[in-house]
């Protein structure tokens, strides 16, 4: 199950009024069953009994051939998810390819949901038919009843009367005390506002009679630790995360100083998090914008997208592109088709998931917001060849306008200032900062 899923499946047990509950498999990997087709021999491990009559040569003479999988092989993940997979679908449960660790039942009182993620499930439903299918799962396997769903895969669920709030604290201070940063003084923003003099850019690449920080300096891990909260329960630190990890391979001073900037951001917001209100009835929306030439070294731009579901952000991106934008309306052409297609999949993933709980889904078209006005009315209007259009493949403006054409996107013009996703694409003032973070549904945890 992808992080994406699992704070959509949280913000639908929100809105119904589900529990959640945790349970953990004992030795999952155990379960697992080889393929027929499939051998694989292991020599004889101490304090295995062989047959008296083999038992004159040494051990090493043989071995044996597993019939279930074991933890280190390259198949034990798919043989365990085969096995829950078929015992839940024996049981009445239905998933899709869509989203295939996703398995719902719809019952006479009305539906549960089981997300698994390798050993753990997440039971969502009423206390009732979570209860059911507690008894029925530890006839088959053995499990520990880890209780109403509190901390599950390094995120803090924690559950309010008027919502949930997902955050990470408890790894956030983790990380702070590996880098020794737990006692560093407090920012207000994860970077510092770049200079428009490529020369003097703190993030510029590293020069040549620059010195390249040796291993001696954690950054590969400290990447690694920031990304981990960027893609679960901090959108406010992707730009950062992003722009900082293309110099993985040669970093400088200067890039460590940009790492350290964003954990004394971290230091000063350790409790803020995703915030999902019981009160909310927005549907999916999105928000896309661009930073053109964001990366002015080589020529690139940053895609940027935000979806949210109910007032709180699910799906998030901030991406350099991949090739040379000729134009800011280049740019915002391809950022659009990539935010398009995240929506599809979002459309397909949330309508697989209410279709099979028997909830109606929302037919409407997502609404797509986007400040370039000019963008929006190439993508409504169709491709016009121009001066300023004709060096754009056709193709990044065709599969957005047949998601408009057939109803399952919608365009909106929006001004800059109210554009979430400005958010994901560069270093904003402090209070500007602040309004599209708490645009997106971030919260602290003292303030919920």
């Known amino acids: 199950m992808d992080a994406i899923t699992f704070r959509y499946l949280i913000s639908l047990a929100v809105s119904k009024n589900l529990d959640m509950h945790l349970m ?12 027929s087709d499939i051998y694989i021999y292991m020599k004889i491990p101490e304090g295995f009994k062989i047959q008296e009559a083999l038992s004159a040569k040494s051990k090493q003479m043989y071995s044996i051939k597993l019939q279930r999988s074991l933890y280190g092989l390259n198949q034990s993940g798919r043989m365990w998810y085969n096995r829950p997979s078929d015992y839940l679908i024996s049981k009445g449960y239905k998933n899709n390819t869509i989203c295939p660790c996703v398995f719902i039942k719809k019952t006479t009182s009305g539906y549960v949901i089981i997300a698994v993620y390798v050993d753990d499930l997440n039971i969502i439903g009423t206390n009732k038919e979570i209860l059911e299918v ?24 924690e559950h309010m009367p008027h919502g949930i709030l997902v955050h990470q604290s408890n790894y956030t201070e983790r990380v702070l005390k590996r880098f020794n940063m737990d006692k560093a003084k407090p920012l207000s ?12 850019d703190p993030y510029r690449p590293c020069e040549e009679n620059e010195e390249i920080l040796g291993p001696e300096v954690p950054y590969l891990n400290a990447i690694g630790a920031l990304m981990y909260l ?5 959108p406010d630190i992707s730009f950062a995360v992003n722009l900082l990890a293309r110099f993985s391979s040669s ?5 460590w100083n940009g790492i350290k900037h964003i954990l004394r951001y971290l230091r000063r917001t350790t409790d803020l998090g995703l915030f999902f209100p019981n009160s909310s009835k927005q549907g999916l929306i999105g928000y896309v914008d661009v930073g053109y030439l964001s990366d002015p070294h080589k020529a690139r731009s940053q895609t940027r997208y935000v979806f949210m579901n109910r007032g709180t952000a699910i799906s998030w991106r901030s991406q350099k592109q991949t090739l040379v934008a000729t134009s800011s309306n280049h740019a915002e052409v391809i950022a659009l088709n990539e935010a398009s297609r995240e929506c599809t999949w979002l459309r397909s993933m949330t309508q697989l998931i209410l279709t099979s709980c028997g909830i109606d889904k929302d037919k409407s078209p997502t609404l797509i917001y986007e400040y370039n006005a000019a963008c929006v009315a190439q993508m409504k209007e169709g491709y016009i060849k121009s001066d300023r259009t004709k060096y754009i493949p056709p193709k990044f403006f065709e599969y957005t306008q047949e998601r408009i054409k057939n109803q399952q996107i919608e365009l909106k013009y929006v001004q800059s200032s109210n554009n979430t996703a400005d958010l994901f694409t560069k270093a904003l003032p402090t209070k500007i900062f602040r309004k599209h973070v708490h645009g997106i549904g971030m919260r602290h945890l003292h303030n919920t």
């Open 251 to 255: 970093p400088t001073k200067r890039h």
């Open 189 to 200: 923003s994860p970077m510092i506002v770049r200079s428009l003099n490529i020369d003097k």
């Open 24 to 35: 953990d498999v004992v030795t999952a990997y155990l379960y697992g069953s080889l393929d």
């Open 230 to 234: 960027t893609n679960c329960t901090r």
């Open 134 to 157: 507690i008894e029925f799962l530890k006839k088959e396997f053995e499990m520990k009843d880890l209780g109403k769903t509190k901390y599950c895969l390094g995120l803090q669920i």
